[in-house]
């Protein structure tokens, strides 16, 4: 299995709202990644767990709360989102072999939009 | 502080021809890896070629090479034999490390 899937693929949500993005991969790899994409944009990267640890936060507003239960899952809670959050969510693994060959798997995404 | 630059924010290829997709890069690590994805409009990152920077050789997978020149500081995509499908966002990146540096990509359109 060479997939990381993302679950829902699109959302839209109020600014009071809480809700959840998930993401799986059966890889068996040691990193997974958030990143966020705005239109006609290159992706930015949120956050990066290390053996399901949170290893870099990327001066991300709390109001994104990442989560790692185990080591083929990802979450990323959402709450009180602003509309500038609306953005294409992309999760990515990599099993990071060597120092240099930082390799990403990205899935589908989630296309959130906040109302 | 490393820096991918894509000086291309558009491209055109007619189907059949080969393209190239200029990449320039800034660092001062020694050691760092260097990527190309495809975005197709649906969203999804995909990987086509990685070039690490000891590798003496230039990266090749299928129709895709990677013009890795080290003294330049250029890793330039080229796409041989373009399809209508090639048609896509096209991002450059650099690993240093335990991040990807993006460039800010260059859309190719294939023609017929």
């Known amino acids: 299995d060479t997939e990381v899937t993302q679950t829902p693929k699109h959302l839209v949500m109020g600014m009071t709202n809480k809700k959840s993005l998930k993401c799986e991969q059966h890889m068996g790899h040691r990193a997974m990644y958030w990143y966020k994409q705005k239109a006609k944009k290159p992706p930015e990267l949120m956050f990066v767990y290390s053996y399901e640890k949170l290893s870099i936060n990327e001066s991300v507003p709390s109001r994104f709360s990442p989560e790692c239960p185990n080591s083929s899952l990802l979450n990323l809670h959402l709450h009180a989102l602003q509309p500038e959050d609306s953005a294409l969510y992309l999760c990515a693994s990599s099993q990071w072999r060597d120092r240099d060959n930082n390799e990403q798997f990205f899935g589908p995404g989630t296309r959130l939009t906040v109302l | 502080a490393q820096k991918i630059t894509q000086t291309q924010p558009g491209m055109f290829v007619q189907e059949k021809e080969a393209v190239t997709l200029d990449c320039t890069y800034d660092?001062?690590?020694?050691?760092?890896?260097l990527f190309w994805y495809k975005q197709p409009s649906s969203g999804e990152m995909i990987f086509l070629i990685y070039q690490g920077s000891y590798d003496q050789q230039n990266a090749t997978e299928g129709r895709y090479s990677l013009n890795f020149q080290k003294a330049r500081k250029s890793a330039n995509l080229v796409i041989s034999a373009s399809q209508l499908g090639d048609s896509a966002m096209y991002f450059c990146?650099?690993?240093?490390?335990?991040?990807?540096?993006f460039g800010t990509g260059t859309r190719l359109q294939v023609f017929p």
């Open positions: 990146a650099m690993s240093p490390g335990d991040k990807l540096i």
């Open positions: 660092t001062s690590d020694p050691s760092y890896g």
